[in-house]
């Protein structure tokens, strides 16, 4: 059974700094391709952020220059650094791991909420 574990939300004022993290844990051979998503209230779900196993990472528009995501594929979890935060950026954030065992498995976190107040 395959777990995703997100952590590290919570609240802050605009231009302030988060950090969320990412652990999954199940089958001890495997690593993942993992992002980010977010979602707001009333919104669709949203790409905020991708790595790969190789280390090549993605960003959405609305986050570059601003998030980094970072992967530790030893320990399967990645970290999504999060500066200079909007009141735009709150949302629920989810973490996403695929690829293994299988080319199309796809495990979601429970989320993890971001609020940030003007």
């Known amino acids: 059974q395959v777990q995703v574990v997100e952590s590290g939300g919570g609240s802050v004022q605009a231009g302030g700094s988060l950090r969320l993290s990412c652990a999954v844990s199940g089958y001890s051979y495997c690593s993942y391709d993992m992002s980010w998503y977010r979602q707001a209230p009333g919104k669709e779900r949203e790409f905020v952020s991708s790595?790969?196993?190789?280390?090549?990472?993605s960003y959405g528009d609305s986050v570059k220059g601003r998030f980094t995501i970072s992967q530790d594929n030893a320990k399967n979890t990645v970290d999504l650094q999060m500066n200079s935060l909007k009141p735009e950026d709150t949302a629920m954030y989810y973490c996403?791991?695929?690829?293994?065992?299988?080319?199309?498995?796809?495990?979601w976190g429970q989320g993890t909420q971001v609020t940030v107040s003007s």
């Open positions: 996403k791991a695929i690829g293994c065992p299988l080319r199309r498995s796809t495990f």
């Open positions: 790595v790969d196993r190789r280390g090549s990472t």
